[in-house]
């Protein structure tokens, strides 16, 4: 299991002296609780690779188109909404004022509830993110459609494993004195291997991040 470094994670590390305090996060903004998830997942089923998808942050997306493969539409509609999540984990931490709840449009727990701890302390703390992150890559490595919502340990729901890379080197986080909390020579590229799980499929709209654990990076190659 690797350690996950948000930029929120890089300005504790800063700010505190060297001490790193670990949160958990999904992929987005570099700030320092925007990457806060951590837990390895993966799914079974047959693995295979979807078209990679170069939105930004900033872009929107659509439904994906139907094929007569279930498999195939869960992979390509769960890519689809990588940018959706990443565009609303930046707003949570652009803008203080946006309710937390928002995150339950994009995530479930165990991630909602990481977020949600990270962006309210990187809020309590007067940092704020400028800038956004870029999603450059995202492709779906497995997809497993069994579901049991009612199993007795955890249920299983439909799950997509899709690798995100994003592009951070935008995103800055500062103090309330307008001061940047984020080291100099932190890597511009965060990998995030992101479970997408749909407690409401086959609707195409129930998609949601369950667990984003991800690493930094020189490249997205690397």
């Known amino acids: 299991m690797e350690e996950e470094v948000s930029m929120h994670e890089q300005a504790d590390r800063k700010r505190s002296g060297g001490r790193v305090q670990v949160t958990r996060t999904a992929v987005t903004a570099a700030v320092a609780a925007v990457l806060t998830v951590s837990g390895c997942s993966s799914s079974g089923g047959g693995s295979s690779t979807a078209p990679t998808s170069t939105p930004t942050s900033g872009s929107s997306s659509s439904a994906a188109p139907s094929t007569t493969d ?11 909404f990588v940018p959706t999540y990443i565009r609303t984990i930046d707003d949570l931490y652009v803008d203080p004022s946006r309710p937390l709840d928002d995150l339950y449009e ?6 909602a509830t990481n977020q949600a701890t990270a962006i309210g302390t990187f809020r309590s703390q007067g940092y704020r993110q400028v800038g956004r992150s870029e999603l450059v890559t995202a492709t779906a490595d497995s997809v497993d459609l069994t579901t049991d919502p009612a199993a007795s340990l955890s249920p299983r729901l439909p799950t997509v494993v899709v690798t995100a890379c994003v592009d951070v080197g935008q995103v800055q986080a500062t103090d309330a004195s307008g ?6 020579d932190r890597p511009r590229y965060l990998v995030a291997r992101l479970t997408v799980v ?4 086959p609707d195409a709209s129930g998609w949601r991040v369950g667990e984003a654990p991800n690493r930094q990076a020189q490249s997205c190659d690397g």
Not at 70 to 80: F, G, H, I, L, T
Not at 198 to 201: C, G, I, K, L, T
């Open 198 to 201: 749909n407690p409401d499929y």
């Open 106 to 111: 994009v995530a479930v727990a165990p991630e």
């Open 70 to 80: 279930p498999a195939d539409d869960a992979r390509a509609q769960a890519v689809e």
């Open 179 to 184: 001061a940047s909390v984020v080291p100099a």
